[in-house]
């Protein structure tokens, strides 16, 4: 069980999407090498995208194999593909 408590509710929607690929981590696909698995992380973009969630914002992660809801306080890097 986590201390996690949900913020309450706003007044106004707060969302944001970003992309895997090339914004969170780098991408790895290629014609030659459709079956890639995702590259490094790119730091810098994954710090903001931590600054989002800090700010309540809702986060949004696209991916053209998955997309993944952010709620706020859950941490980008706890969220593999195999969960959604």
């Given amino acids: 069980m986590t201390d996690f408590v949900p913020p309450p509710p706003r007044s106004e929607l ?6 895997f ?3 969170l ?12 698995v ?3 992380p790119i730091w810098l973009n994954v710090t ?3 600054r989002l969630v ?4 809702k986060i949004v992660i696209h991916n053209p194999l998955f997309s ?11 969220v593999a593909p195999d969960s959604c």
């Fill in 14 to 19: 707060l969302w944001d999407a970003v992309d």
């Fill in 68 to 78: 993944v809801f952010l709620p706020t306080g859950q941490a980008a890097a706890t």
């Fill in 54 to 57: 800090d700010a309540g914002r």
């Fill in 21 to 23: 690929d090339g914004t």
């Fill in 38 to 40: 995702p590259g490094p």
């Fill in 25 to 36: 981590a780098h991408g790895t696909w290629s014609i030659d090498n459709p079956n890639a």
């Fill in 48 to 50: 903001k995208l931590h």
